[in-house]
């Protein structure tokens, strides 16, 4: 069992940048890929970053390839998604999961945090 909890998300202008932080209770926190997904209103969840067990592979939804970077800290039980040069269409909610493929699907997910970027 997996334990997942956001923090970082806030409002910032276009253009600007967040860091979202995301902490994982359990001693079993290395052996899972990690992704991150976000849901804006009125639409489905979607994909936005994943990254290996072991930090060596990352994916990223085409919408934010350049902008966003994935990272973990296996250390710290913690993965991070920086955010940078954001729009206005990033608004959304975002969630951290934890799962055996950053390509599969995913078994622990968070609460979640909202990230709202004005124009």
């Known amino acids: 069992q997996v334990q ?9 202008q276009a253009g ?6 995301c902490g994982a209770s359990g001693r079993t ?7 991150w997904f976000r849901q804006a ?13 072991s930090g060596s592979n990352t994916y990223y939804a085409k919408s934010v390839k350049g902008r966003f970077t994935i990272s973990r800290d296996n250390a710290k039980n913690t993965v991070y998604l920086q955010m940078n040069s954001l ?5 959304a909610v975002y969630y ?3 799962g055996q493929n950053p390509v599969g699907t995913y078994d622990f997910w968070g609460q979640g945090t909202q990230v709202t970027v004005s124009s």
């Open 16 to 21: 600007g940048s967040l860091r979202l932080s």
């Open 41 to 53: 209103p009125g639409k489905e969840r979607e994909f936005v970053a994943a990254i290996r067990w």
């Open 87 to 91: 729009k206005p269409e990033d608004t």
């Open 4 to 12: 997942l909890v956001e923090s970082g998300g806030g409002l910032v």
């Open 96 to 98: 951290c999961a934890a």
């Open 29 to 35: 926190f290395s052996r899972y890929a990690m992704g």
